[in-house]
């Protein structure tokens, strides 16, 4: 049974940079694209970036430039480097990979 625990969320002044992690209890780790979603109080949850297995990358476009996500197979780990920090990028970040989502980490952007 997979299971999914996020880290490093916390209140950052706009501007400021976080890094999230999440650790994967999958089997296979390495032959899984994991990605990282955000959902905003009273918003849908939408896609922030994606790693596939070939280490592929996919961002939304208002993170392009300033997100930046990783994986690391040996630890079954994948980072989210976020950068240049706005307030609309508050929101709970969930890691999500083989169909299994953590619980969340809460992100806040504010001074």
């Known amino acids: 049974q997979a299971q999914l625990m996020e880290s490093g969320g916390g209140l950052v002044q706009p501007g400021g940079s976080l890094t999230l992690t999440c650790v994967a209890a999958?089997?296979?780790?390495?032959?899984?694209?994991m990605g990282w979603y955000r959902q905003a109080p009273g918003q849908e949850r939408e896609m922030v970036a994606v790693?596939?297995?070939?280490?592929?990358?996919t961002y939304r476009d208002s993170v392009k430039g300033r997100f930046a996500i990783s994986r690391d197979n040996a630890k079954k780990t994948v980072y989210l480097q976020m950068n240049s920090l706005r307030s609309e990028d508050t929101a709970v970040y969930y890691c999500t990979g083989n169909g299994q989502w953590g619980q969340g980490t809460q992100v806040t952007v504010s001074s």
């Open positions: 790693i596939g297995r070939e280490e592929s990358r």
């Open positions: 999958i089997d296979d780790f390495r032959n899984y694209a």
